[in-house]
């Protein structure tokens, strides 16, 4: 009996590496690890996985750029000083948005921005405020410091390039919405700016806003560095 049984459960273990195959062929690209990642397709579980394949992958990077209609001026590398990079980084020249002042970044940021004004900022603003976004402001992408501006300590994000400050949104009205005067507030621009807050979380890894702390009141932080946090 013991044989039958050890016959029946290598005939079911070949026949689940035969299937697994199959079943992974028949998946959406987007919800395959090795897929390229596509600008049309909804963040999930692995946009974060797929946007950290391009941090050293410039040509992967603008590929997706380009495919995305996405228009960028890829930067040459340049020396920089202690801990801080500049490696990797293209200029956003077009995308859905303009912004206040140049976007220079780290290219896996930039497809990361793309990414969010597309499948953020586009749905949140037609669901909740009665105007197109006309711009968005910011406050710098780079800036070779530790964080918080210690002596000491792990590095910013911004001094490698690879994080954003966003300031706030100018709609094609006039009105301006912005984090320091809006945030937490019962109206449309406090739901508008609850939504970007929480939908940035779906694509960046590191997401901070007014509810972290004081530093943060007027702007919402947006990076890829190492670790997850939304708030």
Not at 212 to 218: I, P
Request: hydrophobic fraction near 35%; aromatic fraction near 10%; charge should be positive.
């Amino acid at each position: 009996m013991k044989w039958v049984l050890r016959i029946i459960s290598l005939m079911a273990f070949v026949g689940l590496c035969l299937l697994v195959p199959v079943l992974l062929s028949e998946l959406p690209d987007k919800y395959k690890p090795w897929a390229p990642l596509s600008m049309e397709d909804a963040p999930n579980f692995l946009t974060e996985y797929k946007l950290s394949r391009f941090q050293d992958n410039r040509s992967a990077c603008t590929s997706f750029l380009g495919r995305g209609g996405i228009e960028y001026t890829a930067i040459a590398d340049q020396d920089a000083p202690d801990f801080c990079e500049k490696k990797n980084r293209v200029t956003l020249d077009q995308s859905l948005y303009p912004y206040s002042a140049r976007v220079t970044a780290n290219c896996a940021l930039t497809a990361a921005i793309a990414l969010w004004e597309k499948h953020v900022v586009k749905p949140s603003a037609e669901k909740h405020l009665a105007g197109n976004i006309s711009s968005i402001s910011h406050y710098g992408i780079y800036s070779c410091r530790r964080v918080n501006n210690s002596a000491s300590g792990r590095p910013s994000q911004h001094a490698s390039s690879n994080a954003i400050d966003i300031a706030g949104f100018t709609l094609d009205n006039g009105r301006r919405i912005t984090p320091i005067r809006d945030w937490g507030k019962d109206s449309d621009a406090g739901r508008f700016l609850k939504d970007i807050r929480d939908g940035s979380c779906g694509i960046f890894k590191g997401v901070l806003g007014p509810d972290y702390n004081t530093a943060h009141r007027d702007h919402f932080h947006l990076d890829l560095g190492p670790y997850n946090i939304c708030r």
